[in-house]
């Protein structure tokens, strides 16, 4: 969320800043500007209203001191005492529908993002590794995997619907050494030769106020899948009341739809990536300076309805519903989070070139740009069955945006600063997408026999296996 001061404060620059993203300025800052002069205008009138009724309450005072009647202003300053009551509502009320409207609005893209419209538009930063020159048609993951006995989309289509997956022997086996190789790698000290991250293994739910933190919520809705949490009538269900730490006993009756859903005490969604659990760690929390950065890494599977993928990548397992991903996430100081963000990125770099796979960074156009990211790089894996790079991961400095949105904030502890309480910022990066990891593997290292090599920084994980075959 940006900070209330800074967009009343700079309207010009937040317009075209949203204009260079491809919104509509209007549409989104419409609402605030009446609202914010409606709150003005309601804490004007309260204020003038406060400083009669005071006016009044010295007269009372005055003519009770000398013993005459004051029935008529008394009468006056408990009208005026209700007229403040309602205006207090009022504002109280429109600073609620004030931060709706800010958070619907993104995040403030860098000056160094280049202008665009599109993924066309995103700029080639680098480039790693030599393609490699078949001797042969190389073939997609999907045809490759399915006849190796690795892959089975059909018997998971039948499970669960499209964009599914079953993994079956060695392939199971590629999936599970690859998480563990990347956690190993970022967990490992720096003098190791890793990357000095602490692992997580957080919640694979989590609530709306996580999802809102990270700004999933409320945009993104239909995205994410939410789950329907079931009681059956006539059970006795005992309640903590998480705002006032109260428990409350309720005997579960129907509604109209047959089942009574009890809101906020069955407030579920299914995680889209670990990004959200780990950044909402220290929600409505002050770190001290002395903690920074922190460098969490966690493996999670996450689930995406993909509600605007329609008809897109609907061969193979480039766009699931459900995929594993090993993610990172930082929490640093202000001025520290381009430095992190580029190590963040390397962190992520370093595993395809352990792997040995091509890839490229790509800087991300204002139109592509994430809701909640002010600057993204992308990884892109080449992959050569299909003859196209492809996103393994997006590498993203949020600055404040979600610090402000989850109230995660850090106490200075420099000379002179007297411990002045700040937010921090936030960055996080696929470190990385298993299973395009996955096909990635089976796409570059295929063999003209039907057999895939694998990557010899993967063989101890995977038992000594040199090479999967049918």
Known sequence: MLDLNFVRGNLPLVEAKLQARGADPAALL?????????????????????????????QVGALKRVGKDATALMDKTRALKDLLDELDKLASSLDEQMRFALSCIP???????????????????????????????????????EALGILDLERAAKLSGARFAVYMGAGARLERSLISFMLDRHTRSVSEGGHGYTEVLPPFMVNSKSLY???????????????????????????????SDEVATVKVGRNSEGITNF????????????????????????????????????????????AGAAGKDTRGIIRQHQFQKVEL???????????????????AEEILEALGLPYRRVLLCTGDTGFSSAKTFDLEVWLPGQQLYREI???SNFEGFQ???????????????????EYLHTLNGSGLAVGRTWLAILENYQQADGSVLIPEALRPYMGGLERIER
Do not use: M
Not at 31 to 55: G, Y
Not at 215 to 243: N, S
Not at 329 to 347: G, I, Q, Y
């Open 30 to 58: 419409g609402d605030f500007r009446t609202l914010d002069h409606k709150r003005r205008e309601a804490i004007t009138q309260a204020e003038q209203l406060k400083a009669r009724r005071n006016e009044l309450s010295q």
């Open 107 to 145: 995040n403030l893209t860098r000056d160094e993002v280049p202008i665009g419209a599109s993924e066309a538009d995103n700029s080639v930063v680098k480039t790693w590794g030599e393609k490699r020159v078949f001797d042969f048609e190389p073939k997609p993951h999907w045809e490759i995997g």
């Open 329 to 347: 996430v930082k929490f640093t100081r202000p001025e520290d989070s381009d430095a992190e963000h580029e190590k963040l990125t390397r962190d």
């Open 263 to 306: 809101g906020r005490f069955n407030d579920h969604w299914l995680i889209p990536t670990a990004e959200v659990p780990v950044t909402n760690l220290y929600r409505d929390e002050i770190l001290d300076e002395a903690r920074l950065p922190i460098c969490l890494t966690a493996y999670t599977p996450c689930f995406r309805a993909e």
């Open 403 to 421: 610090a402000r949105r989850a109230n995660i904030r850090f106490r200075t502890s420099g000379a002179g600063s007297k411990g002045k309480v």
């Open 393 to 395: 991961s997006s590498c």
């Open 213 to 243: 933190g990270t700004g999933q919520l409320p945009k993104f809705a239909e995205d994410l899948f939410r789950c329907a949490d079931k009681l059956y009538e006539g059970q006795q269900i005992d309640f903590a009341d998480p705002e």
